[in-house]
């Protein structure tokens, strides 16, 4: 068989290139040098292609006569007609553009006229960002690696053949059919596809989609963002001309340091104001990024970037790196909204000979304006925009996009659907070297076949698997088993855990050492938005000689609506402050190593059912039947490690004035509590996966109502209450600052007949050292028990995160990846103290690491200070 697919992969080869015909060469300027990457288009037939890294080129196409494009950065676009009746070879000259810069009157007392420009693509972006609704075309990627330096000590400690493959670096190629249709509908299939490793696999195409316009973020500042002009100056270098059309090119020039800046050139098209070609760098936290785009016009009208080119060169631990991405467009067919074309058109009322073009396709027609358009052509047909005009501009954009919206429907289409699809054609990874001599658009440099060469030089890969099944021992298997079992239809699935496998401990002072065991997992799904789970486990508290054991239960019926019943049962340890109790390991560390038992504890046997929906899309509805028997503890252990601050364990005591002064609301007692629960957020965003509604962002903030109601004497429930709440919280971004968090939740007991300390109402405190989270309604120094209540109160929480805050201003950080946050906190409850945090943090310094400094304040007056260090959720295990 593998002797019959290489005959006809011979044949295949020999018959395509009987029907093809290669241009190749070297694309070079006036002075011989080699022009690198130089950009090649025939655009009758769609066909891209890119030269290397010293301008050798080369395009295999059907024989035929072609007009041929070349163009690179700084040069004048060079258009041939060859007659590719054969082979041929050409040497591609290119001049230096001739720049003109007298076009426009300088007056000393007016900005610079790259402002205008600027302004202009802007507000047009809006538009642009949108227009292209579906797109097809072959794909032709490259990326490789190369390592430039490899820290001395990784020498001395890492044996010679891993130290041999390290340092050799690695390629990948693949040619694939891509399809993108908006907003998230991918299908790729690789055609062809190679690599150095050959048990590497390749997965497509991920940075194709990568368009400038939607370059940005929190992370960073796109200089066609409508806040660019707070952190970007920008200079009109010159103007030239390609066909007749003006270009001009602008650099663009941070005002601060940081890596969320970028620095370069734009080039943007005169009249129609889009992005001809883009050539910036940014720096990132382990990496300085190169991002260069070359767009080209595919239909009248209507530009994509046909070829990218990304450079990242690395620096982490000592290793330096430097990694490309090159990927090139071929037979592309572009799909647009002809509503943002009809406005396209009437916002710049273009004449006709202003938007010819070449291809099949002739221009739209001038439609009769409407007000709007009438507004926005007066602005923007404007030589100089000045920076009111242009808010002004980009307001009438979105007033006139919200009218298209209401015209289409739009509006109140929240699913997200992302459907993303990579297949293989059979002879993927068989293609021989002829075809790819064939299929590959951009010619090899000498620095990626030596990587080829040193690669298959190595033999460290006996055959092309990508994973060698290796039987486990009984012995092994009895000790760590942790592989699910299918049933035949594939839905049911099975998961027995090993005696050593999922097995976690903690140590408080009243359980002393407790080792927890998953026992298994058991669970069906139908992937139609129908599932079932059960996960069993069981601890034993050492100094208790006490067995626990815990059971959840999911059952979803109704994956759209999120529709299902729960179950939680069984005997568990629980904190009196069970708002964010304090977790395990945390409250582990504290009690071994510095002898705070912050977590006071009593013993829960416990049943809960309940039962989750959305009653409308947004609109969540949640009840709940809780019933408990609490049992008072005290402390049965007072093991330590080591004893750091000299202090001595306290008692298992909540510390509270209430319980102070009536010990009797820890004694033992039942309740029997109904829960229920509303959350609403407005035009809910929201995707599909598996039949199951997955919840996504909102420009609208969440609102939530609580009530609980607790029956005396049902089920010997000693408790007799009735308490409601109501919240709203929201996260947002805000102009130039990442990102801004507001919660804030009040609450009152409406009945308090009977209650325990178990059922006051507690708050998000963090007593330790390390954050046991981060959440939006956290307090950093608030006493974990102090302040609850059985009464009313009132919190209140804002974070403010940004990258440039304060120590991001000083130069030596300016680049650096950390992020700051400002965090302030009141609470005020029936003890009528007013009670309120402020802290300052810095993030992301290595890890997802935080270090932060806060102060505490009663009534305005000072009342403690302390730092706080958070460890991305790594205590939360």
């Known amino acids: 068989m593998k002797r019959l697919l290489t005959l006809l992969s011979i044949v295949f080869s020999f018959v395509a290139t009987a029907q093809n015909c290669e241009l190749s060469g070297q694309v070079i300027d006036e002075n011989g040098k080699s022009i690198p990457f130089a950009s090649i288009y025939i655009s009758s037939i769609g066909k891209g292609s890119m030269a290397n890294i010293i301008g050798e080129f080369s395009l295999n196409v059907p024989c035929n006569s072609y007009t041929i494009q070349f163009q690179s950065l700084g040069f004048e676009k060079k258009v041939l007609k060859v007659d590719l009746s054969k082979t041929a070879e050409l040497p591609i000259v290119l001049k230096s553009v001739s720049y003109k810069v007298g076009e426009v009157?300088?007056?000393?007392?007016?900005?610079?006229?790259?402002?205008?420009?600027?302004?202009?693509?802007?507000?047009?972006?809006?538009?642009?960002?949108?227009?292209?609704?579906?797109?097809?075309?072959?794909?032709?990627?490259?990326?490789?690696?190369?390592?430039?330096?490899?820290?001395?000590?990784?020498?001395?400690?890492?044996?010679?053949?891993?130290?041999?493959?390290?340092?050799?670096?690695?390629?990948?190629?693949?040619?694939?059919?891509?399809?993108?249709?908006?907003?998230?509908?991918?299908?790729?299939?690789?055609?062809?596809?190679?690599?150095?490793?050959?048990?590497?696999?390749?997965?497509?195409?991920?940075?194709?989609?990568?368009?400038?316009?939607?370059?940005?973020?929190?992370?960073?500042?796109?200089?066609?963002?409508?806040?660019?002009?707070?952190?970007?100056?920008?200079?009109?270098?010159?103007?030239?001309?390609?066909?007749?059309?003006?270009?001009?090119?602008?650099?663009?020039?941070?005002?601060?340091?940081?890596?969320?800046?970028?620095?370069?050139?734009?080039?943007?098209?005169?009249k129609v104001w889009n992005i001809n070609n883009v050539n910036v760098e940014f720096q990132q936290p382990l990496a300085k990024l190169k991002y260069q785009q070359l767009y080209s016009q595919?239909?009248?009208?209507?530009?994509?970037?046909?070829?990218?080119?990304?450079?990242?060169?690395?620096?982490?631990?000592?290793?330096?790196?430097?990694?490309?991405?090159?990927?090139?467009?071929?037979?592309?067919?572009?799909?647009?909204?002809?509503?943002?074309?009809?406005?396209?058109?009437?916002?710049?009322?273009?004449?006709?000979?202003?938007?010819?073009?070449d291809g099949n396709i002739p221009p739209e027609k001038k439609i009769k304006l409407d007000k709007l358009d009438s507004k926005m052509e007066e602005i923007i047909t404007k030589e100089r925009v000045t920076k009111s005009e242009s808010l002004k501009l980009l307001r009438l954009i979105k007033q006139k996009e919200k009218q298209l919206e209401e015209k289409n429907d739009s509006i109140d289409k929240l699913e997200i659907t992302s459907n993303k699809t990579v297949t293989y054609a059979d002879s993927v990874f068989t293609q021989n070297d002829s075809l790819w001599n064939l299929n590959r658009t951009i010619p090899l440099s000498e620095q990626e076949k030596t990587i080829y060469v040193e690669r298959d030089s190595l033999e460290k890969v006996a055959s092309g698997d990508t994973a060698i099944a290796q039987e486990k021992?009984?012995?092994?298997?009895?000790?760590?088993?942790?592989?699910?079992?299918?049933?035949?239809?594939?839905?049911?699935?099975?998961?027995?855990?090993?005696?050593?496998?999922?097995?976690?401990?903690?140590?408080?002072?009243?359980?002393?050492?407790?080792?927890?065991?998953?026992?298994?997992?058991?669970?069906?799904?139908?992937?139609?938005?129908?599932?079932?789970?059960?996960?069993?486990?069981?601890?034993?508290?050492?100094?208790?000689?006490?067995?626990?054991?815990?059971?959840?239960?999911?059952?979803?019926?109704?994956?759209?609506?999120?529709?299902?019943?729960?179950?939680?049962?069984?005997?568990?340890?629980?904190?009196?402050?069970?708002?964010?109790?304090?977790?395990?390991?945390?409250?582990?560390?504290?009690?071994?190593?510095?002898?705070?038992?912050?977590?006071?504890?009593?013993?829960?046997?416990?049943?809960?059912?309940?039962?989750?929906?959305?009653?409308?899309?947004?609109?969540?509805?949640?009840?709940?039947?809780?019933?408990?028997?609490?049992?008072?503890?005290?402390?049965?252990?007072?093991?330590?490690?080591?004893?750091?601050?000299?202090?001595?364990?306290?008692?298992?005591?909540?510390?509270?004035?209430?319980?102070?002064?009536?010990?009797?609301?820890?004694?033992?007692?039942?309740?029997?509590?109904?829960?229920?629960e509303l959350n609403y957020t407005p035009k809910q965003y929201f995707s599909m996966k598996d039949g199951t509604k997955q919840v996504l962002r909102s420009k609208y903030p969440t609102f939530t109502a609580n009530y609980r109601q607790v029956v005396q004497d049902v089920l010997s429930s000693d408790a007799n209450y009735q308490f409601v709440s109501f919240g709203i919280t929201q996260d947002l971004s805000i102009r130039l600052i990442d990102r801004v968090t507001y919660y804030i939740e009040s609450g009152t007991f409406l009945q308090n007949n009977s209650t325990f300390f178990a059922d006051y109402k507690n708050f998000n405190a963090q007593p330790l050292l390390f954050l046991n989270n981060d959440l939006a309604n956290s307090f950093k120094l608030l006493d974990n028990y102090r302040f609850n209540t059985n009464d009313r109160y009132l919190e209140a929480h804002l974070t403010i995160e940004d990258n440039r805050i304060l120590l991001k201003r000083l130069p030596f950080l300016s680049n650096s990846g950390i992020s700051e946050t400002i965090n302030v906190n009141y609470l005020i409850t029936e003890q009528n103290i007013n009670y309120s945090e402020v802290g300052y943090s810095v993030d992301r310094i290595v890890f997802g690491m935080k270090i932060g400094v806060y102060a505490a304040f009663e009534d305005m007056d000072f009342a403690a200070w302390n730092i706080r260090i958070g460890l991305g959720g790594f205590l939360n295990n």
């Open 473 to 676: 021992s009984f012995f092994g298997n009895l000790l760590f088993y942790n592989t699910a079992r299918f049933s035949k239809n594939k839905k049911f699935r099975f998961t027995p855990y090993g005696l050593l496998s999922k097995v976690t401990g903690e140590y408080n002072t009243v359980n002393g050492f407790t080792p927890y065991k998953n026992l298994f997992k058991l669970e069906w799904l139908d992937k139609k938005g129908k599932y079932f789970s059960f996960d069993p486990s069981i601890g034993y508290a050492i100094s208790r000689n006490r067995w626990l054991a815990d059971g959840q239960v999911k059952a979803q019926y109704n994956g759209e609506r999120r529709a299902s019943f729960f179950a939680h049962f069984g005997r568990l340890m629980d904190d009196f402050n069970r708002e964010e109790p304090i977790p395990p390991l945390g409250n582990t560390i504290a009690s071994l190593f510095y002898t705070q038992n912050e977590k006071k504890l009593f013993e829960s046997d416990f049943f809960k059912i309940g039962h989750q929906t959305d009653l409308i899309n947004g609109l969540q509805l949640v009840t709940k039947l809780d019933f408990e028997d609490r049992t008072a503890q005290r402390n049965n252990s007072n093991f330590t490690i080591t004893d750091w601050w000299g202090l001595d364990y306290t008692l298992n005591e909540p510390i509270n004035n209430e319980v102070a002064n009536d010990n009797s609301l820890l004694n033992n007692n039942q309740s029997l509590s109904l829960y229920i």
């Open 105 to 270: 009157e300088i007056d000393a007392s007016q900005e610079n006229i790259a402002y205008s420009y600027i302004r202009k693509a802007t507000a047009m972006a809006e538009y642009y960002k949108k227009q292209i609704v579906a797109y097809n075309c072959e794909l032709y990627i490259r990326s490789f690696y190369d390592p430039e330096k490899i820290p001395w000590l990784a020498k001395k400690i890492i044996p010679e053949e891993d130290l041999v493959e390290m340092s050799t670096g690695n390629i990948a190629e693949v040619l694939l059919e891509y399809s993108f249709k908006r907003p998230n509908t991918v299908n790729q299939k690789i055609l062809a596809a190679k690599s150095g490793k050959l048990d590497s696999l390749i997965y497509g195409a991920p940075y194709i989609n990568l368009n400038f316009y939607n370059l940005g973020g929190s992370s960073i500042i796109n200089p066609l963002s409508k806040n660019a002009f707070a952190v970007y100056e920008f200079e009109h270098i010159s103007t030239y001309y390609e066909d007749s059309k003006a270009i001009h090119k602008i650099k663009i020039i941070p005002r601060r340091n940081g890596n969320d800046l970028m620095s370069g050139f734009i080039y943007i098209n005169d």
């Open 298 to 357: 595919v239909r009248s009208n209507v530009w994509m970037p046909i070829n990218h080119r990304i450079t990242a060169d690395v620096e982490i631990l000592g290793y330096e790196i430097q990694i490309k991405y090159l990927s090139t467009l071929s037979k592309l067919n572009v799909v647009t909204d002809p509503k943002v074309d009809e406005e396209i058109l009437n916002s710049l009322q273009l004449a006709t000979a202003e938007i010819k073009f």
